[in-house]
């Protein structure tokens, strides 16, 4: 085994301890995060298997085939993260409209209670 490769393996298995950590409450997410871990080991381990996979598949060269896995994962990622914020910012709404009507009648209260 050549030096680089145990050099991202390490990093592989750094970056899976942080998304466990992170995906600490997600099952799902946890599994993707395991089985993108262990395909990435197993292609940092045996390059060769990412070419005879590209020609399997119609691709030319392993690195593209690897380019465009990252790019459909990335892809996903990003719309998943643009879904997420923009539910976020509907609960947001929802909390900053329900407190707003909230001191709208404290203030209506306290005007009817002192004019009496």
Not at 7 to 21: E, F, S
Not at 56 to 82: Q, T, W
Request: hydrophobic fraction near 55%; glycine fraction near 6%; aromatic fraction near 8%.
């Amino acid at each position: 085994m050549k030096p680089i490769q145990l050099v991202l393996i390490a990093l592989i298995l750094v970056i899976a301890l942080l998304a466990a950590t992170a995906f600490r409450n997600r099952l799902v997410y946890r599994l993707f995060v395991l089985a993108g871990v262990v395909v990435a080991i197993i292609f940092t381990i045996y390059p060769d298997l990412t070419s005879a996979l590209a020609q399997i598949l119609g691709v030319g060269r392993g690195v593209d085939l690897v380019f465009y896995l990252l790019f459909m994962v990335g892809a996903y990622a990003l719309v998943a993260l643009y879904r997420r914020i923009l539910k976020l910012d509907e609960t947001i709404t929802a909390i900053n409209r329900r407190d707003a009507l909230r001191s709208a009648e404290k203030l209506g209260k306290e005007d009817r209670s002192s004019t009496k």
